[in-house]
């Protein structure tokens, strides 16, 4: 079992930046992909960024050029440094990992950006 923990996240005025950081723990074998997701209220959950074990990377179109993913391989852990937050970022923030075959969710952070 692999346990993730997440945090980074809170109030920002817009324009601001927060980053947030994804832990994972436990019996690891090999994670082959870590990305974020964000549900706003209301909304579906969608992808905000990815990257596989060899560095690649993957953004939604709302969040290039603004975000960035990293990952610490010795760590287990992710990172999603976000700058010139929008209100529209306004989300609970998850992220994955997928681990041999198996996906693990964290428990997800709250990002609140005001206008």
């Known amino acids: 079992q692999v346990q993730l923990v997440e945090s980074g996240g809170g109030l920002v005025q817009a324009g601001g930046s927060l980053r947030l950081s994804c832990a994972a723990s436990?019996?690891?074998?090999?994670?082959?992909?870590m990305g974020w997701y964000r549900q706003a209220p209301g909304k579906q959950r969608e992808l905000v960024a990815d990257i596989t074990s060899g560095g690649s990377t993957n953004y939604a179109d709302s969040v290039k050029e603004r975000f960035t993913i990293s990952r610490d391989n010795a760590k287990n852990t992710v990172y999603l440094q976000m700058n010139s937050l929008k209100p529209e970022d306004t989300a609970v923030y998850y992220c994955i990992v997928v681990d041999v075959n198996r996906s693990y969710w964290g428990q997800g952070t709250q990002v609140t950006v005001s206008s």
């Open positions: 436990g019996r690891i074998f090999s994670i082959n992909y």
